[in-house]
Each structure stands twice: as C-alpha cells, then as structure tokens.
C-alpha cells in the first residue's frame, strides 16, 4: 500500500488492486464458513430464535416435518446450486493462482 501511494496511485485504486486482493481469500473462506454453518446449526436455531423470527434452516425443517410442497423443492434446488458454485468457484480461483 504504501509502495502505491508512492506511485501516486489514488486510495480507491490501491483498495481495489493491492488491499482487496490480500483480502479476498479471507472474506470468501468467512462467507464459505458462516454459510455452512448456518445450515449446519438447525437445531441451535430453533432454541436461539425468538417467537415470530424464522430463519430459512428452521423454516425449512418445518416445512419437512408438515408437508412437501415444491416451494422446499425448489428451494433446496437453489441452495445446492449456491453451494456447488461456491465450491467451484473457490476450486477456480485457487486453480489458476497456482
């Protein structure tokens, strides 16, 4: 960073070559552990969650125990989606820095 603003190079660009990419990884692997997580904690949720709060684990696993619409369908449809191209995007990115 500093090296950039010898170079008179502006504060947006520094952030947005030199700071993001150092970051980037970082943030991803934090978006990739909460996500994982979330999903991962149902049961933690539906204790944790005050009445009238409904996160999308705990509606999810209601909607399982009452029927089977094509709203859950769909739904799980979209979040292995999310999940495959989070993987593959990661495996992407790591790939050709390499």
């Given amino acids: 960073e500093t090296a950039s603003m010898d170079l008179y190079a502006s504060r947006f ?3 947005r070559r030199v700071t ?3 970051l980037l990884p970082g943030i991803l692997a934090g978006f990739m552990l909460a996500f994982v997580i979330s999903l991962d904690n149902v049961v933690v949720s539906s204790f944790v969650k005050s009445p009238g ?3 999308l684990p705990t509606y999810l ?4 125990r009452r029927n ?3 709203e859950i369908y769909a739904i799980s449809a979209l979040l292995l989606f999310a999940s495959i191209s989070i993987v593959a995007a990661s495996w992407v990115i790591t790939r050709t820095k390499e």
């Avoid at 696993?61 to 399982?64: D, P, R, S, T, V």
């Fill in 61 to 64: 696993m209601g909607e399982l």
């Fill in 13 to 15: 660009y520094t952030f």
């Fill in 53 to 55: 709060q409904e996160t």
């Fill in 20 to 22: 993001l990419p150092l």
């Fill in 68 to 70: 089977l619409t094509s």
